[in-house]
């Protein structure tokens, strides 16, 4: 299996009240086949089920020099100029955007025959993604990833998440200043699927019920965290690439 991307930008746009149907109509008529004609690889965009004025999207590079010409590329195109305004206008900020590495080889999305839904597509696909965000203590961050393979995925999965994507900062210079991202910060994310709202709560209830998660796993977890975990409810646009089964 071949796993996307090197690079992965997770963005979060947050939107004048009501302007999230606005923008995801825009942005899957206008600027989905756009920027991968542009080099860039669109990997999914989310409705937020807790925050209705969050846009939340992640787009994928093989390298960092290739991000920049592919950036160019789209940002100093017709179709970008075209609609950026209209973009703009539904949005109060931008710039809450993580640049991301796989944390090992292999820990990026599948997305193996994951083709885009067409520019027609409706059917909002019946699945709930959960992103969760640690921001990490500094000296925590060299060590995380394998923390997290060893003390923590063994009882996320035995409570039934699965960890479809891991990541953490990518460190390198961002090459496209022109769009700001949250630079000087140690990130470590992680992606699970699951069937609907109702299976990822009997994990939750099922991770709580584990003494050695709740004894030992999370005091270990929170000791190396800066701020409180930010967990991300994400439900697929109807043109969102990332498949809904598979790994």
Known sequence: ?????????????????????????????????????AGIRLIAQFRDLDRPDVFTWLRGFADMPSRAAALCAFYNGPVWAGHRDAANRTMISSDNVLLLRPSRPGSGFVLDGADLPPANATVIPPVLYVATIYMLAAPAAGEFAEFFERSMTPELVASGAHPIAVFETEPSANTFPRLPVREAEQAFVWFARFADVATYDRHLSALDASRHWRETVRPALDQQLDNPAEIMRLIPTSRSRLPVRGR
């Open 1 to 37: 299996m071949m796993t996307c991307c090197p690079v992965v930008e997770l963005r979060q746009y947050a939107l004048h009240p009501g302007q999230r149907e606005t923008l995801i109509a825009l942005f899957d008529r206008e600027f989905v086949e756009t920027q991968e004609a």
